[in-house]
């Protein structure tokens, strides 16, 4: 399975921006997507994540209300929604796709596949 984000950029507190992330391969296994962040300096935490079938979906308490994750079966795509962002948000975002059901959603080695990341920055 391949993973290709894109829509990072730079934006003001407040704003938003939307993240998107192509599967291609064997898209047939996967189970779950989510999204992970990376600040400098910091661990690698779970942002968001979406079970392909039924679409139930997982947040880290610090961004629900404000992110959405979202999916496109016919795509393969998955969508990360961010609004009212913070400075706190700034990081890299990298996706990822598990193709096991049984681990639990917010722990990173759930995840088989990973993409490249896509940065975000919001000023303050």
């Known amino acids: 399975v391949q993973l290709v984000e894109s829509g990072g950029g730079f934006v003001q507190a407040g704003g938003s921006l939307r993240l998107s992330c192509a599967a291609s391969?064997?898209?047939?296994?996967?189970?779950?997507m989510g999204w992970f962040r990376q600040a400098p300096g910091k661990e690698r935490e779970f942002v968001a994540a979406?079970?392909?079938?039924?679409?139930?979906?997982y947040y880290v308490d610090s961004v629900k209300g404000r992110f959405t994750i979202s999916r496109d079966n016919g795509k393969i795509t998955v969508y990360l929604q961010m609004n009212s962002l913070k400075p706190e948000d700034t990081a890299v975002y990298y996706c990822?796709?598990?193709?096991?059901?049984?681990?639990?959603?917010?722990?990173?080695?759930?995840?088989?596949?990973w993409g490249q990341g896509t940065q975000v920055t919001v000023s303050s």
């Open positions: 979406i079970n392909w079938t039924g679409g139930r979906t």
């Open positions: 391969g064997r898209t047939s296994s996967i189970y779950r």
């Open positions: 990822a796709a598990g193709v096991a059901g049984s681990y639990t959603a917010g722990v990173r080695g759930s995840y088989n596949y």
